[in-house]
């Protein structure tokens, strides 16, 4: 409703324009440039994402800046997108062979450090110079190392550039630096093995400040400077546990960084006392970290030596760090060695000698093994059995067959992992000449064994094993049955079934029946044997015959479940109507149809419509057919439940045509929930699908978001509809940050035509002060604070189609003009029942909605308004509210609108909200979408 008579400049006003051209200027363009690469991410790809990074950057470090200044202060909006860029934008610059990219990127970011910015958008910046930076970082960040809040984040960026010139500016900045900024400093001093720092730092080693003392000594660690050794041995074993931990560690990182440097006596010096001192609970770590330094610095004999003895030690991660060190390159393998240690072994250690010599493939090593295996015990006797079989191979089934026979669980697993090893050729015979003498425990491995072979020729052992009155091995037998059984097999097999004692046998037996009729290789005829049954039994029975057949298929097998829906007794008809809803093809699509249109009761119709939502989107039909039977189904669903099921099966149709029958849904409160899910799954790219793309399609998510349940699902929907609308050509009229493009309403067209150029922009002056006092961007919103005037856009627009999302609170009251002249109308519809979207000021044409389309006051609502010539039309919320009428001339009643004009968002004296302002122009001669 008009409350002020206030408008825009009208189009004729040429010299006005060349005065306030914000939207043709090179600063602008550069923005909508920006403003319309964010949309794009973050991308539904890494190669769509870098596309548009690499666009961003070819643009120039401009770009970069404006990107940067979009960021938002903690708490103010939602930069997400921002942020995303930005983070591959870095990515992109950062890779090899890319350095104009890098350095273009790299100097934009800089300019951004220059304004002056809140501490989290800056750390965040810093952090993308860490990630490209080179020397033209090294300068400006040093300038930070004196801000405490900022110190942090420059030495890691400095840190990460490698140079001599960041250390020779982090090792200046130290000698007036104070607490975290000198601790963080002296890291990075220690990080880049800053040499030249070494004095500074040992001053501060033998400091009273404690922070700095232990940051001293880290970086004297890192750097690995020879002077500094008497420093880090003095605290070695001089103070508490886990100070004296913390030292040990220093001093082995030191020696470490000396064998680095070309200095490994003094290394190995270093690490050779803590192979006898660290032996404590809790120090093994350290101790097995100085061998390995032991290992790498001294002389070969020392190290067999040391390696020898901790290959006896009880401490598990020690010896099995000598073992490790055995293994490789450093000292000359002696297999004998290694194999007379087994004799002598504690059983833990035996243990991981046994693993050392499989590790090597030592064949020499098969013998004393085998002796173990014949001889040993527990845990040894298992991992010999393992280490044989990997040595000897089948020839070692012997050794392993006590195993089997033993009687305890452990045994047996330990011997079929290791007769796994053996090919099925020769295992498989073995395997079945040992079942019958083996004890339960012993049977169920290798049970387990003829099942993961698929040992068909021992189906027979398998089934006399399904009778065993041992419960684990008959279990176990049931099991292997699937995977042993024959096509000649399926009478057996079902003569257990209709034996079965419990619901668990009962399914293992189904399992079986099926895997051997699908071994039939006639399709038609795998059924078969399970209907002859079928025919001959009566009672309880008959439903564990009817369930395999929806695994196995077949025009016999669905006439005899259709027989049994319409004649069974209600138990069988009920596991028929779940074995229909599961057939394996569409061949039971019209039975599906019939007893969804036929059933009575909701469970039948349920499962019915359930199989044709399963079947029907993946079937051979032409994309129309299978819409038009899943437009049946939909017709036949009763409750919104069923229909639900319907809505997802046509998403998963991934037919184009089926978005405007979900569509229908989005009005109603019980399906709009799930509508809204099957448009976004229908519109949204995934796995091998690409998405509907379109203005039909952007315009059906705006019109779903509101209905999705999840946040994490609304996000993207909302960022796919405006990437839609971008592709489709629409430019956003609102960056989501400030007010870039926009402009204060200064005065109404007829008072334009009596003012002086320096009247015009006297007022828009004033107008745009009392812009920025009342429109704010909050969390990415326009938002107006219900005081001073309409806001317009900085440009003229002729025809065009828009969108645009806007919320109003109780008792609100605004609109949008167009061309300068109001208004598309925008209310709480509570307090006007005929709804927002009309043309409020028609007098002569049609002036109220033809529906009320309103969303309640406090949720977003979406406008679609298209204008060609005087002729408008509005969508609202998806819902068509004004159809192609005439806008008059609220100014001049005796003149026709006005050929173009700014558009503007009417203020009135509540506070209203915007967001997502997409324009596209509409060239002349063309009507628009």
Known sequence: MRKRCRAPAAVFLIAFLS?????????????????????????????????????????????????????????????????????????????????????????????????????????????????????????????????????????????????????????????????????????????????????ALLRLAEGNDPDLRIAALDALADIGDPAAREALERVRVAAPRAERSAAASRLLRFGRRLAEEGRPDMAADIARPFLSSYASPGEEHLRAAALTLFADAAGESEVRDAVRTASRSPDAAYRRRALDIAAGPRIPWSAGEWIGLLERAEPDAAVDVIRLLARKNEASALPAIRDILRAGEGAVRREAALAAARLGGAAVWDEIVPLFLSGDPADAAAAKKAVLLFPSESLVPAVAG?????????????????????????????????????????????????????????????????????????????????????????????????????????????????????RIGGAAALEAVREEIRKGDPQARAVAVFTLAAWPDESAVPDLFRLARSASDKKTRYLALQGLARLIPGSSSAPDARLAALSEALAAAVEADEKALILDAIAAARVPEGLGTILRFLDDPDL?????????????????????????????????????????????????????????????????????????????????????????????????????AHWRVVDGVLSFDGRGGNLCTARDYGDFEMFVDWRIGPGGDSGLYLRGSPQVQ????????????????????????????????????????????????????????????VMENYWERDKPIYPAGQIELQAHDTPLEFKNILLREIPAGRTGS
């Open 19 to 199: 005065l306030t051209a914000a939207g043709r200027d090179p600063a602008g363009d550069l923005a909508g440039r920006v403003s319309a690469l964010l949309l794009r991410f973050p991308a539904d790809s890494a190669a769509e994402r870098e596309a548009a990074a690499a666009e961003l950057i070819r643009i120039g470090p401009g770009a970069v800046a404006d990107l940067c200044g979009r960021l938002a202060a903690p708490g103010t909006a939602d930069d997400s997108l921002v942020r995303y860029a930005l983070d591959a934008l870095a990515v992109r610059a950062g890779r090899p062979g890319a350095e104009a990219e890098r350095k273009a990127a790299a100097d934009g970011i800089l300019a951004a450090l220059t304004i002056p910015r809140d501490q989290e958008n800056a750390v965040f910046l810093i952090s993308l110079l860490q990630k490209i930076g080179r020397l033209e970082i090294v300068k400006p960040l040093g300038g930070f190392l004196t801000r405490p809040d900022l110190a942090e984040p420059a030495v890691r960026a400095l840190t990460a550039t490698g140079l001599p010139e960041a250390a020779a500016a982090l090792a200046g900045a130290l000698a007036t630096a104070r607490d975290e900024t000198a601790v963080a400093i002296i890291r990075g001093l220690g990080d880049l093995r800053a040499r030249e720092a070494g004095p």
């Open 826 to 885: 925008i209310w709480d519809p509570d307090q006007r029942p005929e709804g927002s979207g009309g043309l409020y000021n028609n007098r002569i044409h049609p002036r109220s909605p033809a529906v009320r389309a309103d969303r309640p006051a406090g949720e977003w609502n979406t406008f679609f308004i298209r204008m060609t010539g005087e002729r408008v039309t509005v969508d609202l919320n998806g819902v068509r509210v004004v159809d192609d009428v």
């Open 434 to 550: 040992l079942i019958f003498s083996a004890p339960p425990a012993g049977r169920v491995a290798l049970l387990e064994i003829l099942a993961d072979r698929s040992a068909v020729s021992t189906a027979g052992a398998v089934f006399c094993l399904s009778w065993n009155r041992d419960e684990r091995v008959r279990t176990a037998a049931l099991a292997a049955l699937e995977q042993t059984v024959t096509a000649e097999d399926l009478p057996a097999v079902v003569a257990l079934l209709l034996q079965a004692s419990t619901p668990s046998e009962t399914l293992l037996l189904q399992n079986a029946a099926v895997a051997a009729a699908r071994r039939i290789p006639d399709p038609e005829a795998r059924a078969g044997r399970i209907l002859e049954w079928l025919g001959r039994i009566v009672g309880p029975r008959r439903i564990d015959l009817l369930r395999p057949l929806s």
């Open 672 to 772: 709009r929930s799930r509508a809204a899910r099957a448009v976004f799954r229908l519109v949204m790219p995934a796995a091998g699908y690409g998405g509907l793309s379109g203005l039909a399609a952007a315009a059906a998510l705006k019109r779903a978001v509101p209905y999705i349940d999840y946040e994490f699902d609304r996000v993207p929907a909302e960022r796919r509809a405006l990437e839609l609308l971008v592709q489709e050509g629409f430019q956003p009229l609102f960056n989501g940050k400030d007010l870039t493009g926009w402009k204060g309403l200064a005065a109404d067209p007829p008072a334009w035509t009596k003012m002086t150029l320096e009247e015009i922009a006297r007022a828009q002056a004033e107008a745009d002060a009392s812009m920025r």
